[in-house]
C-alpha cells in the first residue's frame, strides 16, 4: 500500500491533479467521465482533484488493501470486530431479502424479524390509541430516552422524515444535564406521555439518570402503579432491563453484533417508527438494503460507497486534508452532520492497526457541517479563502415537500451549485480587478482591494443529487456514508467497530463524581483539576 500511496502522490504531481479548474477547461466530458449514479442518487465527484490514473491507482489501493474481501467478511458475519469478538451485521437488520445471515452458525433472520414485526405490533398500538396511558388516555408524546448511537440515529433520522409523521410527537432526551430533560417534560403531560429507554447496555449513565427522573414525573404525577403503562425500553441486556420494572411486552432487543451508531435500523429505530408508522419504517430499510446490495455487487467505479470512501481516503492520506463538511442542502437533515460525526469518527478515529501497530500517515478525518444556506451566512468563508483545504460533500434534492414553495427549493439548489462551482473555479486576481474597475473604480483603488476578492478555487467538493427525501432516499443515504466509513476504515487498516476512546473520560468521571459531591479529597488529581474542582466548589449556591 505504500508504494501506491506514493505513485498516488507522484500522480498528482505529475499532472498537477490538485488544479480541478484546469482539469475542468482541459475536458468538456469531466462531468460524464467522473459522476455515478444509483438509481435517482447521483455522485458528482468530478470537482475534485482526481484523474484516470489517479482512479485506477485508488482502485489498486482498494484491491491491494483488501476491500472486497473484508466487505464479504462484514456481510456473511465473521468477528471483524475483533477486539470485542463481534461480528458487524448491520445489514442484516435491513436484509429484506430474508436470506439467511449466520452468527457461530445461527440464523439470525428469524430473530430480527420477530423483533421488527413486535415493534410494529407496538407502534401500531401507540399510534391507534389500542395502548393507552395509566389513566386511559391515548399517547400524543414519545420521548426517546437515549445517548450516543441510541439518540442520534432515530433523532436524526424523525427531523429528516417529518413530511411522514403522522403519530405521536418525538421528543429526545439524551443529555445528563438535567435541562435537557426538564426542558422537555416542561411540555409534556405525564398521562399521555410514553418513554422509551434506549441503551444497548443499559449501563450508560447519562441514559439510567434520566431513566429515572423520567420514572419520578411519571410516579409523582401518575403513582407507581402508572409506570409500566408508561415506558418501554430497547436494549442488548434484557436482564438488566426486567430489574429497571419494564414488563417483558414492552421490552425489544437486538444483539451485540449490532454497533450502537450502526443501530438506527434495529429497535433503536422505534421512536422513527412510531412517529411515520411501520410501513414508512420498512421503506427506509428497503432504502438501506438497496444500498447494501450495491455496495457488495456494484464494480468499484459505478460503486458509490467505494468511490466515496477511496476520494475520502485520498484526500486524508494522500492530500492530506484534515477535515470534511457535510453540507446538506435540505434543513430537514440538520442533525445529518452530528449524526455522520459519531459514525465516521467513533469509526475511524483510531491510532491503531489491526496489527496493533501505529496507523502510518492519518486516520480519519474531522466530520463537521451544518445545512445549507445557513452555514454560507457563517463558516463558508473559510472554505473558500482560509489557508485549510477542506473537502466538502453537498447534497440536495431535486424537489423539496412544499410544492407551493417551489420558488424556495429553487432558490435552494442555485446557493448549492453555486458554492461548489465557486468553491472550484475560483476567481482570478485578474478577475477580481476587471470585476471592479467595471464598475467604474479606478485602477489603483481596484489594485488594493482585488487581492482581497481573490478566491484561489480548486478546493474540492462532492455533490449528491436525488429526487426527494423519501424514507427510502434516507435509508439508502446513511447507508451509503455507513459503507464509506467502511472502506475508509479498511484503508487505514484500523478496526472501525470499537470505541476504546471513549472509555478513559468514563472512568475518571465515575472516580470523580464523589470528588465533586465533597465525599472525597481532591487529592491525587492533577494540579488544574483540583483548581476546577474547588473553584466549581467555591460557587456552589
Ligand atoms: O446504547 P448505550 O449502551 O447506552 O451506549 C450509548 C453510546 O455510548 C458509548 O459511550 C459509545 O461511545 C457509543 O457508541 C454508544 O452509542
Not at 224 to 237: C, G, L, M, Y
Not at 345 to 371: A, L, Q, R
Not at 473 to 486: C, D, K, P, T
Request: proline residues 4%; charged residues 20%.
Amino acid at each position: 500500500m505504500r508504494a501506491i500511496i506514493q505513485d498516488l502522490k507522484s500522480a498528482v504531481a505529475r499532472a498537477n491533479a490538485t488544479n480541478i479548474r484546469a482539469a475542468f477547461a482541459a475536458d468538456p466530458d469531466r462531468f460524464e467521465r467522473f459522476s455515478a449514479s444509483f438509481g435517482d442518487l447521483l455522485m458528482d465527484y468530478s470537482k475534485t482533484a482526481v484523474n484516470e490514473e489517479i482512479l485506477l491507482l485508488l482502485e489498486r489501493l482498494a484491491e491491494v488493501g483488501g476491500v472486497a474481501k473484508k466487505r464479504e467478511e462484514m456481510f456473511s458475519g465473521v468477528p471483524i470486530n475483533f477486539t470485542e469478538g463481534r461480528a458487524v451485521l448491520h445489514t442484516a437488520l435491513r436484509n429484506r431479502s430474508n436470506t439467511p445471515v449466520l452468527v457461530e452458525g445461527k440464523d439470525v433472520m428469524p430473530d430480527v424479524n420477530a423483533v421488527l414485526a413486535a415493534m410494529g405490533a407496538f407502534a401500531d398500538g401507540i399510534r391507534s390509541g389500542a395502548l393507552k396511558g395509566a389513566t386511559g388516555k391515548p399517547i400524543t408524546d414519545v420521548v426517546n430516552i437515549g445517548i450516543g448511537g441510541s439518540d442520534l440515529g432515530p433523532v436524526m433520522a424523525a427531523l429528516a422524515l417529518a413530511p411522514y409523521h403522522d403519530g405521536p410527537r418525538a421528543h429526545f432526551v439524551s443529555n445528563v444535564d438535567g435541562a435537557h430533560i426538564a426542558d422537555t417534560l416542561k411540555l409534556l403531560d405525564a398521562e399521555t406521555t410514553l418513554f422509551i429507554v434506549a441503551s444497548k447496555t443499559f449501563t450508560t449513565i447519562e441514559t439510567m439518570t434520566n431513566a429515572a427522573s423520567a420514572r419520578a414525573f411519571i410516579a409523582d404525577k401518575l403513582g407507581e402503579a402508572a409506570v409500566k403503562h408508561h415506558f418501554a425500553a430497547v436494549s442488548t441486556a434484557l436482564d438488566k432491563v426486567a430489574a429497571f420494572g419494564i414488563e417483558s411486552g414492552r421490552i425489544f432487543g437486538f444483539w451485540d453484533w449490532v454497533g450502537g451508531r450502526y443501530s438506527i435500523w434495529s429497535a433503536i429505530g422505534l421512536p422513527l417508527m412510531i412517529a411515520i408508522g411501520p410501513d414508512n419504517f420498512g421503506k427506509f430499510l428497503d432504502g438501506a438494503h438497496a444500498m447494501d446490495k450495491h455496495f457488495r455487487t456494484a464494480p468499484a467505479r459505478q460503486n458509490l460507497p467505494m468511490l466515496l470512501g477511496l476520494i475520502g481516503y485520498y484526500h486524508r492520506n494522500v492530500l492530506g486534508y484534515p477535515s470534511r463538511a457535510i453540507l446538506p442542502y435540505d434543513q430537514r437533515l440538520l442533525r445529518f452532520p452530528a449524526y455522520l460525526q459519531q459514525l465516521d469518527m467513533e469509526s475511524n478515529g483510531k491510532g491503531v492497526t489491526i496489527d496493533g501497530t501505529p496507523v502510518e500517515g492519518n486516520s480519519g478525518p474531522v466530520v463537521w457541517g451544518e445545512p445549507g444556506t445557513n452555514g454560507q451566512h457563517a463558516f463558508y468563508q473559510l472554505i473558500h479563502q482560509g489557508t485549510s483545504i477542506i473537502p466538502a460533500e453537498f447534497m440536495i434534492a431535486a424537489n423539496g415537500f412544499e410544492p407551493h414553495l417551489r420558488h424556495q427549493h429553487e432558490l435552494l439548489i442555485a446557493n448549492c451549485l453555486a458554492q461548489s462551482e465557486a468553491l472550484m473555479k475560483g476567481r482570478t486576481l485578474d478577475e477580481a480587478k476587471e470585476q471592479l474597475t467595471s464598475k467604474s473604480m479606478d485602477e489603483a483603488k481596484a489594485d488594493f482591494i482585488a487581492p482581497h476578492r481573490v478566491f484561489t478555487g480548486n478546493r474540492p467538493s462532492i455533490t449528491f443529487v436525488y429526487d426527494k427525501l423519501t424514507p427510502f432516499a434516507l435509508g439508502r443515504l446513511i447507508a451509503l456514508y455507513e459503507h464509506r466509513v467502511f472502506v475508509e476504515g479498511v484503508l487505514f487498516r484500523i478496526n472501525s467497530f470499537d470505541q476504546w476512546g471513549v472509555e478513559l473520560g468514563k472512568e475518571l468521571a465515575t472516580g470523580l463524581l464523589p470528588v465533586v459531591q465533597g465525599k472525597e479529597s481532591v487529592a491525587g488529581h492533577d494540579s488544574s483539576t483540583q483548581g476546577l474542582v474547588t473553584a466549581l466548589a467555591g460557587l456552589k449556591a
